[in-house]
């Protein structure tokens, strides 16, 4: 089998490509990514060297350069893991969402209707269907529920979603699309919460909690998230939505506090500092069908994962130090440099406030 997997340089990428190396060692792997700031070529440095994996560095927004790829090397299976994913650059500068997450689907997808393809499959995100409210701890995403998004990222998800389907429905290309919940685990860019708070705390900086802290987020190790895919890709019925989600729901404060113990540092380095725009509230999965159809389950207990993932942390420091030495320190500046610390506000406060 050949597999193209795109974005395979950064955070779940990288993590699918090590576990389908462990899992499947007789496939082809090519990765095609373009390297963005979020694309590091060291983090794949332990298969690169392998005679069957490839890597090609372009965009999946070029389209000749996609063409060729596919006319080369006709792959099998499409795993399109490449997008911007961060949702605070996204309120920044939608642009450039846009065009690598919707317009390179499209591009990607028009590739496998030219040159064929056995499966397509896009990896989206639960962010498709906006939030939940705090009060309502008895409802869930299903694959059924609207989607209603929030930011210009979770939009240009969405739009790709939408577009996959309708590829599959107009032309019937073999589509499948996965919806995971956030991950956390090695190799995860510092701008995202978890790494940021555990490289922030290890340097005794403030940590930027958003708001009260108390938005929820339903927390998967990527690993697990790796191996969902894989079993939809051999067993997962095209046309189909998969969510992926472990119920392992946490607030943002609980898991910065979690941080600062394991680390023996302080919780006085929390700072409340002003909240994301549009800051959705609660994420929660329900993850039945994949469950029910395909006998998927989460592996890793949430202990165990974050456990890990410090310790990843710890004893990789030339990795996320390289990239915080860099680009990064602007990225920082500017998004951190403009949020006013806020007196931090609890539930039980909430009444008074208002
Ligand atoms: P990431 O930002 O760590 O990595 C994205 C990768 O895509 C990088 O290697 C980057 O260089 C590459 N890329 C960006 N634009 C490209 C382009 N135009 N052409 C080729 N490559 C390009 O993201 P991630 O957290 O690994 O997320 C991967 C996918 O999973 C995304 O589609 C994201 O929406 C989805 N997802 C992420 C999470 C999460 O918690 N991180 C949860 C659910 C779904
Ligand atoms: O400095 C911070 N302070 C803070 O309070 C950062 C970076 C985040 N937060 C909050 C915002 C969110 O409520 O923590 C929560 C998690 O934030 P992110 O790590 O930015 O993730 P999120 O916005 O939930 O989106 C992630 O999960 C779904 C991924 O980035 C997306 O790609 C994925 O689709």
């Given at each position: 089998m050949k597999l193209l997997v795109t974005g395979g340089a950064g955070f779940i990428g990288s993590n699918f490509i090590f576990y389908m190396r462990k899992e499947h060692p007789e496939d082809l792997i090519i990765c095609l990514d373009s390297l963005t700031y979020a694309g590091n070529l060291s983090t794949l440095a332990s298969v690169m060297d392998q005679p069957n994996f490839k890597f090609v560095k372009a965009s999946i927004t070029d389209r000749r350069a996609v063409y060729r790829l596919f006319e080369e090397e006709q792959p099998d299976i499409v795993v399109n893991f490449a997008a911007e994913s961060h949702v605070d650059r996204s309120i920044e500068n939608p642009e450039v969402f846009l065009e690598t997450n919707i317009i390179g689907t499209a591009v990607l997808m028009d590739a496998c209707r030219i040159y064929g393809i056995r499966r397509f499959h896009q990896v989206s995100?639960?962010?498709?269907y906006g939030d939940l409210p705090l009060d309502r701890p008895d409802r869930f995403f299903t694959e059924q529920t609207p989607l209603h998004t929030s930011s210009p990222y979770s939009s240009s998800k969405a739009g790709a979603d939408l577009l996959a389907l309708a590829y599959h429905r107009t032309y019937g290309l073999p589509v499948t699309i996965s919806r995971c919940s956030n991950n956390y685990g090695p190799y995860q860019f510092p701008e995202k919460l978890i790494p940021l708070m555990i490289i922030n705390a290890l340097h005794n900086k403030p940590l930027p909690v958003y708001g009260k802290g108390e938005n929820v987020r339903d927390w998967l190790y990527v690993e697990d998230h790796c191996k969902a895919i894989d079993r939809i890709l051999q067993h997962g019925r095209v046309g189909e939505v998969y969510n992926i989600g472990g119920h392992n729901e946490m607030r943002n404060i609980d898991i910065v506090k979690l941080i600062c113990n394991a680390l023996g540092?302080?919780?006085?380095l929390i700072t409340y500092v002003t909240d994301r725009k549009g800051h959705d509230m609660r994420y929660a999965i329900d993850p039945s069908k994949i469950h029910s159809e395909l006998g998927w389950l989460p592996e890793t207990r949430f202990q165990d994962g974050i456990g890990r993932t410090i310790r990843w942390y710890l004893e990789n420091q030339d990795w996320w130090k390289t990239i915080i030495s860099g680009e990064y320190q602007n990225y920082y500046e500017k998004m951190y440099g403009g949020r006013s610390s806020a007196a931090p506000l609890t539930s039980d406060m909430k009444g008074k406030e208002e």
């Amino acid at each position: 089998m050949k597999l193209l997997v795109t974005g395979g340089a950064g955070f779940i990428g990288s993590n699918f490509i090590f576990y389908m190396r462990k899992e499947h060692p007789e496939d082809l792997i090519i990765c095609l990514d373009s390297l963005t700031y979020a694309g590091n070529l060291s983090t794949l440095a332990s298969v690169m060297d392998q005679p069957n994996f490839k890597f090609v560095k372009a965009s999946i927004t070029d389209r000749r350069a996609v063409y060729r790829l596919f006319e080369e090397e006709q792959p099998d299976i499409v795993v399109n893991f490449a997008a911007e994913s961060h949702v605070d650059r996204s309120i920044e500068n939608p642009e450039v969402f846009l065009e690598t997450n919707i317009i390179g689907t499209a591009v990607l997808m028009d590739a496998c209707r030219i040159y064929g393809i056995r499966r397509f499959h896009q990896v989206s995100t639960d962010e498709v269907y906006g939030d939940l409210p705090l009060d309502r701890p008895d409802r869930f995403f299903t694959e059924q529920t609207p989607l209603h998004t929030s930011s210009p990222y979770s939009s240009s998800k969405a739009g790709a979603d939408l577009l996959a389907l309708a590829y599959h429905r107009t032309y019937g290309l073999p589509v499948t699309i996965s919806r995971c919940s956030n991950n956390y685990g090695p190799y995860q860019f510092p701008e995202k919460l978890i790494p940021l708070m555990i490289i922030n705390a290890l340097h005794n900086k403030p940590l930027p909690v958003y708001g009260k802290g108390e938005n929820v987020r339903d927390w998967l190790y990527v690993e697990d998230h790796c191996k969902a895919i894989d079993r939809i890709l051999q067993h997962g019925r095209v046309g189909e939505v998969y969510n992926i989600g472990g119920h392992n729901e946490m607030r943002n404060i609980d898991i910065v506090k979690l941080i600062c113990n394991a680390l023996g540092k302080p919780e006085s380095l929390i700072t409340y500092v002003t909240d994301r725009k549009g800051h959705d509230m609660r994420y929660a999965i329900d993850p039945s069908k994949i469950h029910s159809e395909l006998g998927w389950l989460p592996e890793t207990r949430f202990q165990d994962g974050i456990g890990r993932t410090i310790r990843w942390y710890l004893e990789n420091q030339d990795w996320w130090k390289t990239i915080i030495s860099g680009e990064y320190q602007n990225y920082y500046e500017k998004m951190y440099g403009g949020r006013s610390s806020a007196a931090p506000l609890t539930s039980d406060m909430k009444g008074k406030e208002e």
